[in-house]
C-alpha cells in the first residue's frame, strides 16, 4: 500500500527545539561489532557464491566486544587483560549437492571465514592494537530455524522475488541538517588516514555529539587517545587541540552560517591526570563494551530528533531480510526523491512495512511524506514520489541493492 502525504512538520532547520545528533566513529566499541557483524555477512556470501552460486541463509547479527582491562601511562602501559570479541549468529553450514546421479554432502567453514573476518576488520580499524596479545577472538555461529530458512530458500534466485523473512520495518530521510552533516563529516575526518598520520595521537574510538540551538552549534567530541605517543599532558592537550582546530575548520567549511563551538575530551581533570589515555586507542580495553546495533543507525548517525528504526542491521543477510534491506532502501529512497525534486521538495521522509512471507517489492505500507517548498503544487512533487518508489521497489533494483551490500557499498552503520 503506497501512501503519500504532505508532512505535517516544519523541516527540522525550522524546528523550534534543539537539535541534536551523534555518531559513535569507526573505533567505538559499538561500532567495532557493526563493522565485524557486516563484514562477517559479506564474507559468508561470498563463498556461498563462489562455491555454490547462490547465497545461503544466514544471520550474523549478533556480537559483542567484551572489554578488558588496562593501565595506560605516558609513553606505553600495560595491558592486563585482553579483550573478548565473540560473533553470534546462524548460518547454514552443510549443503548437500548434487554430481551426477549421486548427492555430495559439503561443509561450509563458517567458523573459519567468521575469524578471519574478524581479525581483517579490526586490523583494518585499529593502528595501534596488538591482534596477537590484545585481543582473543571467537565464534557462536550455528544453523538457522527451519522456518526461516524456508522462507529464505524461496528467495534466493535472481530470477525470484525474494520474500520477506519477517514482519519489520524500515524508515529513512533526506537530505541531511546541518547538523548531521557536521557530526557524519567531522567523525570521517578524525578517522581518516591523512589526519591519523598528522595526529598520532589520536585513537580510533571518537564519538562525536552536536547539538543546535538555533544559530549556535555545540560540538562534544570523546577521542581514545593513544599513550605511547604522548609523554605529558602538555603533549597530550596538544593533540587534543589539533583535534579541535580541525573540527572548527570542517564546520568553517561546510556549514559556515552556523556559530560553531567545540570541546574535546570535556571529563578530563587535567591537573590529577585524569585524561581519556589508552594503549590501543580504544575504550575497550578498559571495561567498555561493546554490541550490534547499540550505535549508528544504517545512515551513519544517531538522531532523536528524527523518526528511526532500533533494527540492528549489520550482519543481517542481503537477501531476505527486511530489517536491513527496507533500513537502506527507505534512506535510498527518499535521496532520490529529494535529488529528483531539484528543489522544489525540502524534505522526504519513508516508512516502509514488511510482512514475513511477503514479497518485498510490495511492503505491507509504504509511506512516503514530503515538506514541498514555497508555493510548490504538491501534484507534482507527488508523481516524482511515485516514480520514484516504483523503480526503486522493482525486482532489478533490489538485486543491484543486494549486490552493492555483498560488495561493501554501502553505508550500514
Not at 546421479?101 to 561450509?108: A, G, R, S, W
Not at 582473543?136 to 530458500?153: C, E, H, K, N, W
Not at 534491506?325 to 529512497?333: A, K, M, R, S, V
Request: aromatic residues 6%.
Amino acid at each position: 500500500m503506497l501512501k503519500i502525504t504532505r508532512a505535517d512538520f516544519l523541516p527540522i532547520e525550522k524546528s523550534r527545539f534543539p537539535e541534536i545528533c551523534e555518531r559513535k566513529g569507526i573505533g567505538h566499541p559499538d561500532s567495532v561489532c557493526d563493522a565485524v557483524a557486516d563484514a562477517c555477512s559479506r564474507a559468508l556470501c561470498v563463498y556461498y557464491l563462489e562455491h555454490f552460486d547462490r547465497v545461503y541463509h544466514h544471520n550474523v547479527d549478533k556480537a559483542a566486544l567484551v572489554g578488558g582491562v588496562a593501565k595506560p601511562e605516558f609513553g606505553g602501559g600495560t595491558i592486563i587483560q585482553p579483550q573478548y570479541f565473540l560473533i553470534v549468529g546462524r548460518a547454514i553450514h552443510q549443503i548437500l549437492t548434487e554430481c551426477g546421479t549421486e548427492h555430495k554432502l559439503e561443509y561450509v567453514p563458517v567458523a573459519t571465514i567468521c575469524l578471519d573476518t574478524q581479525r581483517q576488520v579490526l586490523a583494518k580499524i585499529f593502528r595501534n592494537l596488538d591482534l596477537a596479545r590484545d585481543i582473543q577472538f571467537d565464534y557462536a555461529v550455528r544453523p538457522g530455524s527451519i522456518d526461516l530458512t524456508g522462507v529464505f530458500d524461496e528467495s534466493h534466485h535472481s530470477e525470484e522475488i525474494p520474500l520477506s523473512n519477517d514482519t519489520s520495518f524500515g524508515v529513512g530521510y533526506a537530505p541531511y541538517s546541518d547538523v548531521e552533516k557536521i557530526t557524519l563529516e567531522a567523525e570521517y575526518l578524525i578517522n581518516s588516514p591523512s589526519f591519523k598520520d598528522k595526529c598520532k595521537g589520536s585513537g580510533e574510538d571518537v564519538k562525536v555529539m552536536v547539538e543546535r540551538n538555533d544559530n549556535k552549534v555545540g560540538i562534544t567530541v570523546a577521542a581514545a587517545m593513544v599513550s605511547k605517543y604522548i609523554n605529558d599532558v602538555d603533549e597530550y592537550i596538544n593533540y587534543t587541540n589539533q583535534i579541535k582546530d580541525a573540527v572548527l575548520d570542517l564546520a568553517a567549511k561546510i556549514i559556515p552560517e552556523r556559530e560553531v563551538t567545540c570541546q574535546v575530551n570535556v571529563a578530563d581533570i587535567l591537573e590529577k591526570e585524569l585524561l581519556f589515555l589508552t594503549i590501543t586507542g580504544t575504550s575497550a580495553e578498559a571495561g567498555d563494551d561493546g554490541g550490534v546495533g547499540r550505535g549508528n543507525r544504517s545512515n551513519g548517525l544517531i538522531t532523536p530528533c528524527r523518526t528511526m528504526s532500533l533494527e540492528a542491521v549489520c550482519g543481517k543477510n542481503p537477501i531476505n531480510h527486511v530489517g536491513k534491506i527496507y533500513n537502506i532502501l527507505g534512506t535510498e529512497i527518499a535521496r532520490e526523491i529529494h535529488k529528483r525534486g531539484e528543489g522544489d521538495i525540502l524534505e522526504a521522509h519513508v516508512k516502509l512495512l514488511s510482512q514475513i512471507g511477503r514479497p518485498i517489492t510490495d511492503p505491507w505500507v509504504n509511506s512516503i511524506e514530503l515538506i514541498p517548498a514555497e508555493n510548490v503544487n504538491f501534484a507534482s512533487i507527488e508523481k516524482i514520489a511515485k516514480e520514484v518508489s516504483d523503480d526503486m521497489l522493482s525486482k532489478e533494483s533490489l538485486i543491484d541493492l543486494r549486490k552493492r551490500l555483498i560488495a561493501g557499498k554501502i553505508q550500514v552503520f
